[in-house]
């Protein structure tokens, strides 16, 4: 009995840190209500959630089967030569749980914040900042693991994947995606218009086509194979090749290490934000 109350007290003890640390009115641990309000808003618009699936699996069919056809094996993951098809759907499956994360945390985020001023309603209420940027991302993150779930699935069934490993690619792809949508929602908290979305676009495609996505990086001159190994899609798409095709090392953890500081990073970011714009 007094190990139990022991127990109890050093539990309050801990929360009551925990509180100290987060600033009064900042976080009130009900991130959750927000995620659960984004899925009774989509679902009806599951058609955009679905259209947004459907992106990666219409580009790897037209290039990896298609134009895969005339291509010949390319040098895949730990120098083994792989099909074009089984090259192109890892990138593909990192860039589908970008793509979804990042537009989600971006252009709906501006529109909330901005135009429909939900955020300041919600600041009424006992939720604080903190919990709208979580509760913000994890939906973001949520339709990120969605695409990659879908995408996933269609490279099994037509016979890319070829190893077990493959069964974490899609944690690591709810990772990729919890990083992409931190690091969107802190560049929103900085979008004045409409118009400043353009950068979103000129960040997003250039990443999109470059970062190995479908060639490997030997093409590249030296300089720009240094650049584009700095890309947070070049690691996205390297833990996913690797995942998908079994060649598994430690130096995947530096990727997954690349991925949670722009996680935490991005999180803090936009929190600040936030409760700048919000309460100031």
Excluded: C
């Amino acid at each position: 009995m007094t190990q139990t109350i022991e127990r109890t007290d050093a539990a309050r003890t801990s929360n009551g840190l925990l509180w100290r640390v987060i600033p009064p009115g900042l976080y009130a641990g009900r991130a959750s209500k927000l995620v659960e309000r984004a899925a009774l808003v989509n679902r009806r618009a599951w058609f955009v959630l679905f259209s947004g699936a459907v992106e990666p699996v219409l580009f790897l069919f037209s290039l990896g089967l298609g134009f895969g056809q005339m291509v010949p094996n390319v040098i895949g993951p730990g120098g083994h030569p792989i099909t074009y098809a089984a090259f192109v759907a890892p990138a593909l499956l990192a860039a589908s749980a970008m793509n979804g994360a990042v537009y989600d945390a971006t252009f709906n985020v501006f529109f909330k914040f901005k135009y429909a001023k939900l955020y300041d309603a919600m600041l009424a209420t006992p939720l604080g900042p903190l919990d709208i940027a979580i509760g913000e991302i994890a939906w973001a993150l949520l339709r990120g693991g969605l695409y990659s779930a879908g995408f996933l699935a269609v490279m099994l069934g037509m016979g890319l994947i070829t190893s077990p490993w493959a069964l974490l690619a899609l944690p690591v792809a709810l990772l990729v995606a919890f990083a992409f949508a931190a690091v969107g929602m802190a560049a929103t908290t900085f979008m004045r218009s409409w118009q400043d979305f353009d950068l979103v676009q000129l960040a997003i495609m250039p990443l999109f086509l470059f970062s190995t996505t479908f060639y490997p990086l030997s093409v590249y001159p030296s300089v720009v194979g240094t650049v584009v190994s700095w890309t947070p899609l070049y690691h996205a798409i390297e833990l996913m090749r690797g995942l998908t095709t079994g060649v598994v090392g430690w130096s995947m953890l530096g990727h997954v290490a690349y991925f949670a500081i722009m996680a935490a990073v991005g999180v803090v970011v936009a929190a600040r934000r936030l409760g700048k714009l919000l309460l100031d």
